[in-house]
C-alpha cells in the first residue's frame, strides 16, 4: 500500500510540476522494422508493439508539446534463397592467417530488437462537435532510440565453411576439428546487441472522445529513421557466421551486423491508441 501511494504522489508532484496530464498509450505496427538491403536482397518488415507514458503540457488550448518513455519490440526478417559466398580474413588456431569462406543457401533471418524510446511532439488539436468532447488532432516531433537487447535466430538450409590458404594456395574444405565443412539445417539463436542507437521522424493523427470521463486518443502512426542506425563498431562483421577455430561454427549473427551493410533504417507504421488517467491542469476546461 505505501509503495503504491508512493508512486501516485510521485506521478501527481511531476505532472503539476512538469505538465498537465499523464497518458498510456500502445502502438501496434503492421509494418515495422529496420530497412536495409545486401547485394539485391531487401529486408521483410513485420508487425510490432510497443507501450509507454506520455507527460503532456498545454500552452493554449489547441497546442501542447509532450515527451514520455517507450518500450518497445520491432521484429525484421531476411532472407535468401539462393547460395551467396561471404569471404572475411581470419587466424586458425596455429596462428596462421587465412582467408574463410563461408557459402549459404536458404538462409533465413528474424531478428528482434528490444528498443527503449523518449519521444518529443507538438500536438495540434481541433474540436469537431460543439460541446468540444470530440476532436481531430495531428502530432509530429522526433523519437531518441536506443537498442536495449538484440535477438536473432539464423536457419541455414546449407551451410559450407572452408579456409585458403594463399601463402601455400591451399584450401581445406573438410576438416570439421579445425571449423571446415559442411553443415545442413543449421539453426543458431543469438542475443549479440550490433544496433546502438537512431533518432526518428514521428507523425501521428486521429481523433480524440470521452469514454466515461476518460478521454481516448485513436489514429494512425508513421516513425521512419532519419539517418543510420547507429551500430556497435567492435560486433560489426565481414561474414554471419562466427567463426571457431575447433569447431564447425555453431553461432551467427545477423546481416545487419555486416561492414557490407550500411543505410539500415527505422520504420514503424501503424495504430495507436491512447488514454489519459490523469488530468490536473489548473485550466481543465481547456483539455475537456
Known amino acids: 500500500m505505501l509503495k503504491k501511494n508512493i508512486i501516485y504522489i510521485v506521478l501527481f508532484l511531476s505532472t503539476y510540476t512538469f505538465g498537465q496530464r499523464i497518458s498510456v498509450q500502445t502502438n501496434i505496427g503492421f509494418l515495422s522494422g529496420l530497412n536495409y538491403k545486401f547485394n539485391d536482397f531487401e529486408s521483410n518488415l513485420n508487425f510490432s508493439n510497443d507501450f509507454g507514458v506520455n507527460l503532456e503540457y498545454y500552452f493554449t488550448d489547441r497546442f501542447s508539446i509532450e515527451t514520455g518513455l517507450h518500450y518497445g519490440n520491432y521484429a525484421t526478417s531476411f532472407n535468401i534463397p539462393e547460395s551467396i559466398v561471404l569471404k572475411s580474413n581470419e587466424i ?25 524510446m523518449i519521444p518529443l511532439m507538438l500536438r495540434h488539436e481541433i474540436p469537431i462537435n460543439t460541446n468540444k468532447t470530440t476532436k481531430f488532432y495531428a502530432a509530429t516531433g522526433i523519437k531518441y532510440i536506443i537498442t536495449a537487447g538484440q535477438k536473432t535466430n539464423t536457419k541455414i538450409g546449407e551451410l559450407s565453411i572452408e579456409g585458403y590458404y594463399p601463402d601455400t594456395n591451399l584450401i581445406i574444405d573438410d576438416l570439421p576439428s579445425s571449423g571446415f565443412g ?12 550490433q544496433l546502438d542507437k537512431t533518432l526518428a521522424l514521428c507523425f501521428e493523427s486521429g481523433v480524440s472522445f470521452l469514454l466515461r470521463k476518460a478521454t481516448v486518443y485513436t489514429g494512425l502512426y508513421v516513425n521512419y529513421g532519419l539517418s ?61
Open 92 to 116: 586458425d588456431a596455429s596462428g596462421s592467417a587465412f582467408e574463410l569462406r563461408t557459402s549459404v543457401k536458404g538462409y533465413k533471418e528474424k531478428s528482434t530488437i528490444s528498443t527503449v
Open 182 to 193: 559442411s553443415v545442413y539445417n543449421f539453426n543458431s539463436d543469438n542475443n549479440k546487441k
Open 228 to 288: 543510420d542506425y547507429k551500430r556497435y563498431k567492435e560486433n560489426t562483421t565481414e561474414t554471419i557466421v562466427e567463426y571457431d577455430p575447433y569447431k564447425i561454427a555453431t553461432k551467427a549473427s545477423s546481416f545487419m551486423g555486416l561492414k557490407g551493410v550500411n543505410n539500415i533504417h527505422f520504420l514503424s507504421v501503424g495504430i495507436s491508441l491512447r488514454v489519459v488517467i490523469f488530468n490536473l491542469s489548473k485550466k481543465k476546461k481547456l483539455l475537456e
